[in-house]
């Protein structure tokens, strides 16, 4: 698929930066009106919002913080009323911690990280659930979870709270989609290793790409559009009988 056609509005939260907004800018080019939700970076929204509506998608973005029900709420009401019917989810919003031992974690840290990484993503599926799947009257669609490799390579010594949260993820992905498989919805996810955005920065290690790249199978970090390529896909009818999958994206790491 590589012409753009309708494909119905799709929603990414967490799509400012890095993969959420490579998503969207692949998405509009592909057929998706999409649907933004950016924590507070409003002019990085922004931009992504013009690069969509020059790929000729209508798109919007929508400020929240997915740790906040009602600003969940608000993203996908939105959506419905300025975008039209919601076709696909991508559940991408997270965050990390400055690197550490577990000892050096402290109460609101964890609590913060888990509120936006699994209660997040759970509210956001929720919410997509109550839309897409054909028991509530819709009809049909995708979602695709962001998690990470560190879900199944713990990163011990920097931050297995953030690595716990993606392992939530990828247990959501699991049963989600098994629950929603006789509803015409499908539900994969992604696990994306070393890639080259600014989450490493907002960890405290803005070098540890430069830093560890040498050391990757592939002796580079992926980029945030090589991630976005397989999310789409995903989505897309190519992916037809594909649902629960856990697609790593790390270079052989």
């Known amino acids: ?32 009106d999409v649907a933004i939700n950016y924590s507070q970076n409003e002019a990085a929204a922004n931009q992504v919002v013009a690069d969509c509506n020059a ?3 209508h798109a919007i973005a929508v400020q929240g913080d ?18 039209g019917t919601i076709t696909a989810v991508i559940n991408n919003a997270g965050i990390v911690a400055a690197q550490g031992t577990i000892e050096t974690f402290d109460h609101a840290r964890m609590k913060r990280l888990l509120e936006i990484n699994v209660l997040g993503a759970l509210t956001v599926a929720r919410e997509a659930a ?19 490799a560190a879900a199944r390579l713990g990163s011990p010594n920097e931050y297995i709270d953030y690595a716990a949260s993606k392992g939530a993820i990828d247990t959501l ?16 996810c992604v696990r994306p290793g070393i890639i080259d955005t600014d989450i490493h920065a907002l960890g405290g290690m803005p070098d540890r790409v430069e830093r560890l790249k040498d050391k990757l199978p592939m002796s ?8 976005a390529q397989p999310i789409i896909w995903l989505l897309s009818d190519e992916a037809s009988y594909i649902t629960g999958a856990l697609l790593d994206i790390a270079g052989g790491r």
């Open 1 to 32: 698929m590589t012409a753009r056609e309708d494909q119905g509005t799709l929603i990414i939260t967490g799509g400012s930066r890095g993969i959420g907004a490579a998503c969207a800018r692949l998405a509009a080019a592909r057929g998706y």
């Open 55 to 57: 790929a000729g998608a």
């Open 66 to 83: 997915v740790a906040d029900e009602n600003d969940v709420m608000k993203l996908f009401d939105r959506a419905d009323k300025d975008l």
């Open 130 to 148: 109550r839309r897409l799947a054909k028991r509530n009257g819709g009809n049909g669609g995708a979602i695709v979870n962001v998690s990470s």
């Open 173 to 188: 992905t699991i049963g989600l989609s098994k629950e929603l498989a006789g509803e015409g919805v499908r539900v994969n």
């Open 220 to 227: 580079r970090a992926g980029t945030a559009e090589e991630v």
